[in-house]
């Protein structure tokens, strides 16, 4: 069995979608490191991550790979087809766990996952009139 590998870069970056309110891209994630670690490191740390199920990541509207912590995954169960939403205001994207679109595909086709991405303006900036 392979062993689990926690440097500071994981436990920082782990930390970081943790806490966050919505996912983050790479260069998020990166301007918050604040130097702790080169891009490359980054990119490597985000992979391992989502392959040990810890988090998944989101293409949003605008085609930017974001990061979001997983709540319900592990390394053999990872599934994340719930909605996300992507703000055209603030950029922010947001899982919105508590809805999964039900998907009924032509006899003979297997769904292994799917993104869902609704675009829109978010309680925050429709409140402050941000759109």
Do not use: W
Not at 112 to 124: E, K, L, M, R
């Amino acid at each position: 069995m392979k062993q689990v590998r926690n440097t500071q870069a994981k436990t920082e970056i782990l930390h970081l979608l943790s806490s966050a309110t919505s996912a983050l891209s790479h260069y998020e994630i990166q301007q918050k490191l604040d130097g702790l670690c080169n891009r490359v490191t980054i990119y490597r740390v985000l992979e391992r991550l989502e392959k040990e199920g810890k988090i998944h990541k989101i293409v949003n509207m605008d085609g930017v790979v974001n990061y979001a912590i997983c709540n319900n995954c592990d390394k053999e169960n990872h599934s994340h087809n719930h909605l996300h939403f992507h703000c055209e205001s603030c950029k922010a994207v947001t899982c919105i766990e508590n809805v999964v679109p039900q998907i009924i595909l032509p006899e003979n086709f297997i769904a292994h996952a799917y993104n869902f991405v609704i675009s829109g303006i978010c309680p925050t900036c429709k409140k402050e009139g941000l759109y």
